[in-house]
């Protein structure tokens, strides 16, 4: 009972954190952290992202894997 009624706190988006403006697609270090072991993008429920910077996310993990800079999926 007394677990349905505590709220968890939203993790801060890590980019509004590090005053990031622009997601860069070349940033393979970064972006590795929101790619799990399969090679899936993470959701914003897990990673903590606003809504803004994970859609900037999203387009940044794709032009990466074009680019094969990230895998499309895991070895």
Same mark, same amino acid.
């Given at each position: 009972?007394?677990? &349905?009624?505590?709220? $968890? +706190?939203?993790?801060?988006?890590?980019?509004?954190?590090?005053?990031?403006?622009? %997601?860069?697609? =070349?940033?393979?270090?970064?972006?590795?952290?929101?790619?799990?072991?399969?090679? &899936?993008?993470?959701? $914003? +429920?897990?990673?903590?992202?606003?809504?803004?910077?994970?859609?900037?996310?999203? %387009?940044?993990? =794709?032009?990466?894997?074009?680019?094969?800079?990230?895998?499309?999926?895991?070895?």
């Amino acid at each position: 009972m007394a677990r &349905k009624d505590r709220r $968890r +706190r939203r993790k801060p988006c890590q980019f509004c954190v590090d005053k990031v403006r622009y %997601v860069d697609y =070349k940033d393979v270090v970064r972006l590795r952290r929101f790619v799990n072991e399969r090679g &899936k993008m993470l959701p $914003r +429920r897990m990673t903590g992202n606003c809504a803004g910077h994970q859609r900037q996310l999203t %387009v940044a993990i =794709k032009r990466s894997r074009m680019l094969a800079l990230l895998p499309f999926v895991a070895e």
